[in-house]
């Protein structure tokens, strides 16, 4: 976080849902954030999530927009307003979670309140009656219905509010799209997907990476088996060749960072553009402690799950920052 974004001052809106058509059943959430100052949408999210229950969905509606914050500014004051009383109460510390994977989703939660709490800004929760959390709970309906929205409806100070194209999209998250950069101007922005448990999770990364990346993307990974697979199921959705090496399997001997994992990273930094980049978790954890300058006696201490998604941007100057790490939403 740059000292810029510690307690902007801004104040946002969460409005979260989600719904399982059997709990456990067909199953979505929605989510939005609002500017409550002029009422205006800023961005609205829905994404199916195959078969789960409904606290599930909700909780899940609930980390898409923490996320969405994080990405607008991270150090605004937020309200979450929810219908939920159990995500309520459980976020708000006044119920127990009892439920293993409610643990985890809450665990989650609060790591990401903890983000924008660090930039500055505030999180807390407000349960609402369903007949007030009706836009969430419209897009919760299109991710039940199969349907993905990722929209970012308006950019501030731009006087209307329209539909966006991807690359606008990015920009207003403050994230350049550098498939189609500026004359002069090549950042790198680097999507890491770690290696999923097994191909049943492919065609949920390959969903989710075509939300976040444009076209000129480049497809890069490990050549063990499984890795050499979903890159090919990435690079075919994104119209492109996969290009595979043991430069991104993060296996060479030894504890800590993978030199040639490092190496491949720097190579790509070099050239710039927008790159999905297949590794183990060895491999992420490589890229990231460059960009952090992590102690190798932390290596290993940043958390990352089998298929979750990490982005790195480097910058013209050579400057690097982390736009997020350890996104797993796609996966539940």
């Keep these: 976080m740059t000292a810029a974004s510690r307690g902007s001052g801004r104040r946002l809106v969460i409005e979260a849902d989600g719904g399982s058509r059997g709990n456990p059943g067909v199953a979505g959430y929605g989510a939005l954030v609002r500017d409550p100052a002029t009422g205006r949408v ?25 996320r969405a914050v994080l990405d607008l500014d991270p150090g ?40 924008i709490s660090d930039a500055g800004g505030s999180v807390d929760f407000e349960w609402i009656p369903r007949e007030k959390n009706k836009d969430a709970d419209a897009l919760s309906n299109d991710a039940m219905d199969g349907k993905s929205v990722h929209r970012v409806l308006a950019v501030e100070g731009d006087g209307e509010t329209d539909s966006m194209t991807d690359a606008e999209s990015l920009a207003a998250q403050g994230i350049s799209d550098v498939s ?46 499984l890795a050499t697979r979903v890159a090919a199921d990435l690079a075919l959705a994104l119209d492109v060749e996969a290009d595979t090496s043991g430069d991104w399997s993060g296996q060479t001997p030894g504890e800590g960072a ?58 013209e100057d050579g400057s690097a920052s982390v736009a997020f790490t350890n996104r797993t939403d796609h996966l539940a």
């Design 42 to 66: 800023l961005v609205e999210l829905a994404e199916p999530l195959g078969k789960a229950s409904n606290n599930v969905a909700e909780y899940s509606g609930l980390l898409a927009g923490l």
């Design 76 to 115: 605004a004051s937020v309200r979450v307003k929810m219908d939920s009383k159990l995500v309520v109460e459980q976020m708000s510390g006044r119920w127990k979670i009892k439920h293993e994977d409610m643990r985890r989703l809450a665990l989650e939660a609060r790591d990401l309140c903890a983000e």
């Design 180 to 225: 189609t950069p500026q004359p002069g101007v090549r950042p790198l922005r680097l999507l890491l997907v770690q290696e999923p448990h097994d191909a049943g999770a492919a065609p949920r990364i390959v969903a989710a990476v075509r939300r976040l990346v444009g076209p000129g993307t480049r497809v890069v990974g490990a050549d063990d088996d």
């Design 258 to 315: 993978d030199e040639r994992v490092r190496t491949a990273y720097h190579s790509l930094a070099a050239t710039g553009g927008t790159v999905v980049a297949v590794t183990s978790r060895r491999g992420v954890l490589s890229v990231l402690s460059d960009v952090l300058g992590t102690p190798v006696g932390r290596f290993w201490a940043l958390a990352t799950a089998a298929g979750s998604l990490t982005a790195v941007e480097v910058w």
